[in-house]
């Protein structure tokens, strides 16, 4: 697997976030509301169970509209005992060969090694929206290099 | 594998976990998850549940693989719900996805609000790696 389009720009990131949310929109018959009025209700209301449901498959969709094809995930609402953090953790797998494309090792003291399968982040504002986009493209792209 | 080695492998890695190796009077795997059941305290360190499987399953393997997992809550409380997702670091294969109906899960959920249950999601994860 390649993503259908690489180098991917900010702009390509953007244009793609938004031709979801429209489509978005169109599956739930609500039109009028723009990805601003959203996210605005959303940080007032992120603890009601419906709103943060939203923004996992915003993103998914949108690292699938670039990478061109699906994708299976899963992710985490992460929760303190005060409720929903605003933490997205995301984990990818290619439906294909079932292989995991957010695997990664690190060593932070050059003995133990550490070993994550997510991409996480949080999610506020639109730019946090692009940046989790492109966090996960940027994981997503280094596990096709690497295979 | 015999019950009473997992028994062995997840009271071993609860003790480790939760700290209650160096304990006078450590409460153990079982009891915790007996108060777990009862209580549902917000505050409850619920994250060694998890973790305490997935010591046992490396133990067990004398292998280490990649996981993550997630405690299940609804509106009040924690449901007793576990998500898990299993990933083997040698072949990156997601040991946990499944595939039905054209599409592919990636998580397992299991309900875990006793030993026995405990015990169960350590036999489903051996078998996973068994089969892989």
């Known amino acids: 697997m390649q993503l259908a389009q690489v180098p991917y720009t900010e702009e390509q990131i953007k244009q793609a976030i938004e031709e979801v949310w429209q489509e978005l929109l169109q599956e739930a018959d609500a039109e009028n509301?723009?990805?601003?009025?959203?996210l605005e209700d959303y940080r007032k209301y992120w603890d009601?169970?419906?709103?943060?449901?939203?923004?996992?498959?915003?993103?998914?969709?949108?690292?699938?509209?670039?990478?061109?094809?699906?994708l299976s995930w899963y992710c985490e609402l992460v929760r303190d005992p005060a409720g929903f953090t605003g933490e997205y953790s995301f984990v990818v797998v290619d439906p294909k060969t079932q292989k995991c494309l957010t695997y990664r090792e690190h060593t932070f003291d050059g003995v133990n090694v550490h070993r994550f399968i997510n991409v996480a982040g949080t999610v506020v504002n639109y730019e946090d929206i692009v940046r989790l986009v492109t966090k996960l493209l940027n994981q997503i792209q280094s596990a096709l290099t690497a295979a | 594998m015999e019950r009473e080695k997992i028994i062995a492998a997840l009271e071993t890695a609860f003790a480790e976990i939760s700290g209650a190796?160096?304990?006078?009077?450590?409460?153990?795997?079982?009891?915790f998850l007996e108060s777990f059941a009862k209580f549902r305290d917000p505050d409850f360190p619920v994250y060694w549940i998890p973790y305490t499987i997935e010591e046992?399953?490396?133990?067990?393997?004398?292998?280490?693989?990649?996981?993550?997992?997630?405690?299940?809550?609804?509106?009040?409380?924690?449901?007793?719900?576990?998500?898990?997702?299993?990933?083997?670091?040698?072949t990156l294969k997601c040991l946990t996805a499944e595939r039905s109906n054209g599409s592919c899960t990636v998580s397992v959920v299991f309900p875990i609000l006793n030993i026995d249950d405990a015990v169960q999601a350590v036999e489903y994860f051996l078998r996973l790696v068994q089969q892989a």
Not at chain 1, 33 to 38: D, G, H, K, T, V
Not at chain 2, 21 to 31: G, K, L
């Open chain 2, 56 to 90: 046992a399953v490396e133990s067990l393997t004398d292998r280490k693989f990649g996981w993550h997992e997630d405690v299940l809550k609804d509106e009040w409380s924690y449901t007793g719900e576990f998500g898990f997702v299993c990933v083997d670091p040698e």
């Open chain 1, 33 to 38: 509301y723009s990805l601003e009025e959203y």
């Open chain 1, 48 to 70: 009601d169970p419906e709103f943060p449901n939203d923004i996992p498959e915003l993103i998914m969709r949108t690292v699938e509209k670039i990478v061109g094809r699906p």
């Open chain 2, 21 to 31: 190796e160096y304990e006078d009077e450590p409460v153990t795997f079982a009891e």
